[in-house]
């Protein structure tokens, strides 16, 4: 263990991104935390952490491959992890930064173990693409001393692809909301990238069928993404312009407004793990409606909370039957019981000391 007290450990991902950021704030009051970021670095993170411990490479990487810009970066990361001397990399993405993470520890002989954290579609979707990238997810996991997943079904995936110990718990929240706007009854929201793995073209159908059945629904769509121009002209098509209204990215706080307000929340991917939208939006007293993924029944326990989406036609008639304001409170709960960020974090690190050389 590194001298000075405490584990040295260095996040390895994207510091664009504001889950890295979650993780960062979590850690850095308990470990000597650096970190790698294949792009830049959100402005938190410079105020979390000083220039010495952060690593910009400055690059757009691809997660579903082509990470050329990214791998031509080895050598300096190689140096600076050398240089660093962690305990353990933690790498966030595994077919990414998780390969990245691999080849620094093998190039440079690294003394520090790895610890990988899948974050979805890195297993489910990239993995399953061909031999070279299933060959290489199996490395990075079978080179992961622990690894983290946020669903029992994606753990199953990654034991298949070779992982040894895999600690399961949801990417959580770091403090439950408070409850303060009034629900509006038929009002949706969604806020799932506007790209092909998330079908927000489902949404828009599901919502149309809404619309028809109830005058006075009307949905937000929040995030951003290639087909946001498709969708709208989709909307105007559909004659549903003034009832569905794109909002683009949002900050933390504009985004917990519309959770307030919103009933019902619409998550329909192709595939996905246990969404922290999801989980937000329960704990702000949304119904989900989501696709039906084993993740989506394990966080919903099968419609117990919220609604498996199949049929379009019959789901006005299953939103109307439901007890929203009773659903509200026992989504909230089930949030508070299960959906916590902070008791997972502290597990986590618990294991990385057990494994840990003296």
């Given at each position: 263990?590194?001298?000075?007290?405490?584990?040295?450990?260095?996040?390895?991902?994207?510091?664009?991104?504001?889950?890295?950021?979650?993780?960062?704030?979590?850690?850095?009051?308990?470990?000597?935390?650096?970190?790698?970021?294949?792009?830049?670095?959100?402005?938190?993170?410079?105020?979390?952490?000083?220039?010495?411990?952060?690593?910009?490479?400055?690059?757009?990487?691809?997660?579903?491959?082509?990470?050329?810009?990214?791998?031509?970066?080895?050598?300096?990361?190689?140096?600076?992890?050398?240089?660093?001397?962690?305990?353990?990399?933690?790498?966030?993405?595994?077919?990414?930064?998780?390969?990245?993470?691999?080849?620094?520890?093998?190039?440079?002989?690294?003394?520090?173990?790895?610890?990988?954290?899948?974050?979805?579609?890195?297993?489910?979707?990239?993995?399953?693409?061909?031999?070279?990238?299933?060959?290489?997810?199996?490395?990075?996991?079978?080179?992961?001393?622990?690894?983290?997943?946020?669903?029992?079904?994606?753990?199953?995936?990654?034991?298949?692809?070779?992982?040894?110990?895999?600690?399961?718990?949801?990417?959580?929240?770091?403090?439950?909301?408070?409850?303060?706007?009034?629900?509006?009854?038929?009002?949706?929201?969604?806020?799932?990238?506007?790209?092909?793995?998330?079908?927000?073209?489902?949404?828009?159908?599901?919502?149309?069928?809404?619309?028809?059945?109830?005058?006075?629904?009307?949905?937000?769509?929040?995030?951003?993404?290639?087909?946001?121009?498709?969708?709208?002209?989709?909307?105007?098509?559909?004659?549903?312009?003034?009832?569905?209204?794109?909002?683009?990215?949002?900050?933390?706080?504009?985004?917990?407004?519309?959770?307030?307000?919103?009933?019902?929340?619409?998550?329909?991917?192709?595939?996905?793990?246990?969404?922290?939208?999801?989980?937000?939006?329960?704990?702000?007293?949304?119904?989900?409606?989501?696709?039906?993924l084993p993740a989506n029944r394990e966080v919903i326990g099968d419609s117990a909370r919220g609604l498996i989406v199949g049929s379009l036609a019959d789901l006005p008639a299953r939103m109307a039957a439901l007890d929203n304001a009773r659903l509200a409170t026992i989504n909230r709960d089930w949030?508070?019981?299960?959906?916590?960020?902070?008791?997972?974090?502290?597990?986590?690190?618990?294991?990385?000391?057990?494994?840990?050389?003296?």
């Amino acid at each position: 263990m590194s001298l000075g007290g405490g584990l040295k450990l260095v996040l390895i991902g994207d510091g664009e991104s504001p889950h890295l950021l979650k993780w960062a704030r979590a850690l850095q009051p308990r470990v000597q935390l650096h970190a790698i970021s294949s792009r830049g670095f959100l402005p938190e993170f410079l105020q979390l952490l000083p220039d010495a411990r952060r690593l910009a490479l400055n690059t757009e990487p691809d997660h579903a491959g082509g990470n050329v810009a990214l791998i031509k970066q080895l050598p300096r990361i190689g140096a600076w992890l050398a240089d660093t001397d962690a305990d353990w990399l933690h790498a966030h993405y595994l077919t990414s930064h998780g390969s990245l993470a691999w080849a620094a520890k093998l190039g440079w002989r690294l003394r520090a173990q790895i610890a990988g954290s899948a974050w979805g579609s890195d297993i489910l979707v990239t993995a399953q693409r061909g031999g070279a990238w299933r060959w290489m997810t199996k490395k990075v996991l079978r080179n992961c001393t622990l690894a983290t997943s946020d669903s029992l079904y994606m753990t199953e995936r990654m034991r298949e692809l070779g992982a040894g110990e895999v600690m399961t718990f949801p990417f959580g929240l770091e403090a439950m909301p408070k409850q303060s706007a009034k629900k509006q009854p038929w009002l949706c929201f969604a806020n799932r990238g506007l790209e092909p793995i998330y079908r927000p073209q489902r949404v828009i159908e599901a919502f149309a069928h809404i619309a028809a059945a109830q005058s006075e629904a009307r949905l937000v769509v929040a995030n951003d993404g290639s087909l946001r121009t498709v969708l709208e002209a989709d909307v105007v098509a559909r004659g549903l312009a003034d009832r569905v209204s794109f909002v683009g990215r949002l900050d933390a706080a504009t985004q917990a407004s519309h959770y307030a307000r919103s009933t019902w929340f619409l998550s329909l991917p192709e595939s996905d793990s246990v969404s922290v939208s999801v989980l937000e939006a329960m704990a702000h007293g949304c119904v989900p409606l989501l696709s039906d993924l084993p993740a989506n029944r394990e966080v919903i326990g099968d419609s117990a909370r919220g609604l498996i989406v199949g049929s379009l036609a019959d789901l006005p008639a299953r939103m109307a039957a439901l007890d929203n304001a009773r659903l509200a409170t026992i989504n909230r709960d089930w949030v508070a019981a299960n959906g916590l960020f902070e008791p997972h974090v502290q597990r986590f690190l618990t294991r990385l000391k057990e494994l840990t050389p003296a």
